[in-house]
C-alpha cells in the first residue's frame, strides 16, 4: 500500500496559544481516519495546515511522498490535490450548483467546459444533486449545500479529502444524507481524514479512530477498540461525556 | 443558508458603506407614502388629506404678497421658452463630460481598490500609494482640483498636454471621484467573507483568480447602491466645470439669467437634473432594497 498522507512533528501557534503542538499522523491510501476530540483540541487546525490554508511553525507534511511543506512549493499545485470540505459549506452564492463545481476544473485544470460539465453532472446526479445543478446555493438545503461542497471538492479528483465538522453546522435530520454520502465515499476507497463529532459514523466507517488532546494526537486505533477500551484517561472522560450528551 | 444556523458571521458594514441600509418597515402593504395601512378607506384618507393640505398650501403661497414678484422672477414663461432648448443643447456637454468620466472611474476605482487590498510586505508601496491618492482627493473640493488642472495644465505649454478644458474637466472629476469610488468598492472587497477566499484557495485557484471569480463578482454586487450613489453625485457635479470656460449647461443659465434679468434658465436647468437624476435615485432605492429582500431570504449573497 503507498502512503497517501505523512504528517510529522507539526505545530502550530496563533500569537501565544499553541494550538497543535507536535502532531504525527500517516494514511495509507483508501484510508479513512476519523479525528475526535474535544472543541479546541486542534481538529480544524490541523486539516486547514495539511491543505496549506494556515503556515505551519514546524514539522512537515507529505502527500504522496512529497514534501508539500517545503519550501518554494507551488501551493496552489498542493491544494488542488487536496480537498477540504468545510463546516459552513463556503459554496459561492453568487454562482449556480454546477459552476461551483467546475469552477476549480476549469480555471485550475484546465479542463474545456464541456469536459468540466460532464463530470460535474455525473457526480451531481451520482449523490442525487443534479436537478440541482441550475439552483444557486441559497434555495437548497444545509445538507443538499453540503453535498454540493463535497462534490465541489470531489471534481477536483483529489488525493486526499479533508472533512472538517461538516455536520456540525445542519439540523439533525439533515445530518444523515452527508453522512451517507461519506459512506458511500469510503466504500468506493477515498481516502479521507475527517474531524468529526458524530461517534456513531466514526465507529462505522474509520478504519482508525485518533483522538486529539492538548494540540497532539494523544491516542489512536482502530474504532472498535478505542470507543469500547480507551486506553488514557483523557480519552475516556471524553468519551463519557460525549455518550452524557446523547451523541454516540 | 436557509437551514443550519449558518456560522458565518457576516462582516461589520465596512466604513463608508452602506450596503445594509436601515431595515424597512416588515409586513407593510401597499404604499408607505399612504401610511402602510391597508384597505381602501386608509386610501381615501390619505387622498383626501393630501388635497386638503396642498389646495390650502397652494391658496396660502399664490395669495401671498411676493407671489407675484416670485412668479416673474422664477416662472417666467417666455424666458424659459427661449432658454430652455439652449440650455438643454449644453446639457449635452455636461452628459458628454459625466459619462466618460463615469466609465473610466469604473475601472480605474477598481484598480486602486484592488491594489489596497493587496497583501504581503512586498506590496506596501502600492498600498501606500492608493491609501495615499484615496485620502488625498477625499481631502479636496471638487472645484479645486477643476479649478487646479483647468487653469493649471494648460498653463504649462508642455508639448503633448491637451489644451482642451474639457479634457481637463473629465480629469478632475475622474481624480476626486475614483477615490470615493475605490473606497466604495475597498468596502465591497472586506464585506466578502474570509471564508469564500479559504473555500476558492483550498480548491488551488492562485490568488488572481479567487479576486476575479470569487471575491470580485460578490463586492461589486454588494456595492451598486452606493456606486450609484456616487455616480449621481458626480453628475451634479459636472455643473461645477463652467468654473474653467467650459461653456456647459450652467454657464449658458448663468449667460440667459444675465441677458434677461430673470433666474427662469436656472429653474429650466433644474428641471433638467431633476428628471435625470430623480429616476436614478428611485432605482437605486429599488436595487437596494431587492439586495435587502434577497440576503434576508437567503442568508448572505
Known amino acids: 500500500m503507498t502512503e497517501a498522507l505523512r504528517v510529522e512533528g507539526l505545530r502550530k501557534t496563533f500569537g501565544d496559544l499553541e494550538v497543535l503542538s507536535g502532531v504525527d499522523l500517516a494514511l495509507d491510501e483508501h484510508e479513512v481516519v476519523c479525528l475526535i476530540g474535544a472543541s479546541g483540541s486542534g481538529k480544524s487546525t490541523l486539516l486547514r495546515c495539511i491543505n496549506l490554508l494556515e503556515p505551519i511553525d514546524a514539522g512537515s507534511v507529505r502527500i504522496r511522498g512529497e514534501e508539500v511543506t517545503a519550501t518554494g512549493v507551488d501551493v496552489d499545485r498542493v491544494r488542488s490535490r487536496v480537498g477540504i470540505v468545510f463546516q459552513a459549506f463556503n459554496l459561492f452564492p453568487h454562482m449556480t450548483v454546477l459552476r461551483n463545481v467546475t469552477l476549480a476544473p476549469t480555471e485550475v485544470r484546465r479542463l474545456s467546459k464541456a469536459a468540466a460539465d460532464e463530470q460535474a453532472h455525473g457526480l451531481l446526479s451520482r449523490f442525487g444533486l443534479d436537478d440541482k445543478a441550475g439552483e444557486y446555493p441559497d434555495r437548497l438545503s444545509g445538507g443538499q449545500q453540503q453535498r454540493v461542497a463535497i462534490v465541489r471538492a470531489l471534481a477536483m479528483d483529489p488525493d486526499v479529502l479533508l472533512l472538517d465538522e461538516v455536520t456540525s453546522a445542519l439540523d439533525p435530520v439533515l445530518v444523515a444524507e452527508v453522512l451517507d454520502l461519506l459512506r458511500e465515499l469510503a466504500g468506493t476507497g477515498m481516502t479521507m481524514v475527517i474531524a468529526t463529532h458524530e461517534m456513531g459514523f466514526a465507529r462505522d466507517v474509520a478504519s482508525r479512530v485518533c483522538f486529539l488532546d492538548g494540540g497532539r494526537i494523544l491516542e489512536e486505533g482502530p474504532p472498535e477498540r478505542m470507543f469500547s477500551e480507551p486506553r488514557e484517561e483523557a480519552t475516556r472522560r471524553f468519551l463519557d461525556r460525549v455518550i452524557a450528551a446523547g451523541r454516540m | ?301
Open chain 2, 1 to 301: 443558508m436557509t437551514t443550519g444556523g449558518s456560522p458565518q458571521p457576516r462582516d461589520s458594514a465596512p466604513e463608508g458603506l452602506d450596503v445594509r441600509a436601515p431595515l424597512p418597515p416588515t409586513g407593510s402593504r401597499g404604499s408607505r407614502i399612504l401610511g402602510g395601512g391597508s384597505g381602501a378607506r386608509s386610501v381615501w384618507v390619505a387622498v383626501a388629506s393630501t388635497l386638503v393640505f396642498f389646495g390650502v398650501a397652494a391658496i396660502l403661497i399664490v395669495t401671498s404678497p411676493g407671489w407675484l414678484r416670485v412668479k416673474a422672477t422664477f416662472f417666467d414663461a417666455a424666458v424659459f421658452k427661449k432658454s430652455f432648448p439652449l440650455i438643454l443643447e449644453k446639457f449635452r456637454i455636461n452628459v458628454f463630460i459625466f459619462m466618460v468620466a463615469e466609465v473610466i472611474v469604473l475601472a480605474w476605482a477598481m484598480l486602486l481598490a484592488v491594489l489596497r487590498s493587496l497583501p504581503g510586505p512586498v506590496f506596501a508601496p502600492l498600498r501606500l500609494l492608493a491609501t495615499a491618492y484615496t485620502a488625498l482627493f477625499r481631502a479636496l473640493p471638487t472645484i479645486l482640483v477643476i479649478s487646479l488642472l483647468g487653469f493649471g495644465m494648460p498653463a504649462l505649454g508642455l508639448q503633448g498636454l491637451p489644451k482642451s478644458e474639457i479634457f481637463w474637466a473629465i480629469v478632475a472629476l475622474v481624480l476626486v471621484y475614483s477615490a470615493y469610488v475605490a473606497e466604495v468598492y475597498r468596502a465591497g472587497i472586506e464585506s466578502v467573507h474570509p471564508s469564500q477566499t479559504a473555500a476558492a484557495r483550498s480548491l488551488g485557484l492562485d490568488r488572481r483568480k479567487t479576486l476575479r471569480f470569487v471575491v470580485l463578482p460578490q463586492a461589486v454586487r454588494r456595492v451598486i447602491p452606493p456606486l450609484l450613489n456616487d455616480f449621481i453625485g458626480l453628475q451634479k457635479d459636472s455643473a461645477l466645470v463652467g468654473v474653467i470656460g467650459v461653456v456647459d449647461s450652467l454657464s449658458t443659465a448663468d449667460i440667459r439669467s444675465a441677458a434677461a434679468f430673470d433666474y427662469t434658465p436656472y429653474l429650466a436647468l433644474a428641471l433638467i437634473y431633476v428628471v435625470i437624476t430623480i429616476p436614478m435615485t428611485v432605482w437605486v432605492d429599488w436595487l437596494i432594497k431587492r439586495e435587502r429582500g434577497r440576503t434576508q431570504a437567503g442568508g448572505r449573497l
